[in-house]
């Protein structure tokens, strides 16, 4: 009997925080329909999440797509198929590896940093204090943060697929042969613009789980400083975790005939 105590016991937890969870979203989705907008800090967390994100978004794109075309030619000079390393690089880019790569660096980076600040807030009552002076938390500080990673990802997952594609074209000039306008032409005629945008669908959603996980994690911290770090934790791999799955599920829903 203890062994099914443990098993439901485990089962209402996660029950609880799915209700808790979604509860939330509700909550922060029908908060942005409603007034006000703070414009302020919604651009000051635009340039939190998107700005200050491109360096690292950048660099992982470019080796990404360097390393992709490296092993793309190694594989398929095995079967006289190499010269298919510009196609592959620019789908494998912009369908996949690019709004992955950067959600999931976009998630190590802004959904600890946004678990944080709020989880700081939760352990020394400020949010209590918001709700004292009758401003609503969610509002004021779910809101811009939501707005900021849903806006400024699709703009991410757009720079860091060119500069994907351009690592590729690097490596592929400069080291296994390939000559700049063939490659260039290649990469132009296979690029549809349903690869772009379903990268461009996908980074929205994944900018709002980002968000979503970092202020839901923060918002529920306690503990003082280790719940702060616990929440940190648990956004990024949480945050990690639904990008994954979810680009699973988009894909299929994108790509099924």
Not at 38 to 64: D, E, H, N
Request: proline share 3%; aromatic share 10%; hydrophobic share 55%.
């Amino acid at each position: 009997m203890n062994i099914f105590r443990a098993v439901g016991r485990v089962t209402l937890a996660f029950l609880r925080e799915i209700g808790r969870l979604a509860v939330f979203t509700a909550d922060a989705v029908s908060s942005i329909v409603r007034p006000p907008i703070y414009w302020m800090l919604l651009l000051k967390q635009i340039m939190r999440i998107g700005y200050f994100s491109l360096p690292v978004v950048g660099l992982t794109a470019f080796f990404t797509g360097g390393a992709l075309a490296l092993q793309i030619y190694i594989g398929g000079n095995r079967y006289g198929a190499e010269s298919f390393v510009p196609q592959i690089v620019v789908l494998g880019i912009t369908r996949e590896l690019g709004p992955v790569i950067a959600g999931l660096m976009v998630a190590g980076r802004v959904a600890a940093a946004i678990a944080a600040e709020l989880g700081t807030m939760r352990v020394t009552e400020q949010i209590d204090a918001l709700t004292t002076l009758s401003t609503n938390p969610i509002k004021y500080l779910v809101v811009p943060r939501l707005l900021a990673a849903v806006i400024s990802m699709p703009f991410l997952v757009a720079i860091g697929d060119s500069i994907g594609v351009f690592g590729g074209y690097v490596v592929a000039t400069q080291s296994l042969g390939f000559t700049g306008s063939i490659y260039l032409k290649n990469t132009i005629d296979f690029m549809t613009f349903h690869d772009v945008m379903s990268g461009i669908y996908k980074a929205v959603v994944f900018g709002f789980i980002i968000a979503l996980m970092g202020c839901y994690n923060g918002f529920h911290s306690k503990g003082g400083a280790q719940g702060v770090g616990t929440a940190t934790t648990n956004a990024v791999v949480s945050a990690s975790i639904l990008i994954l799955a979810a680009n699973y599920i988009l894909t299929n829903l994108l790509f099924s005939k």
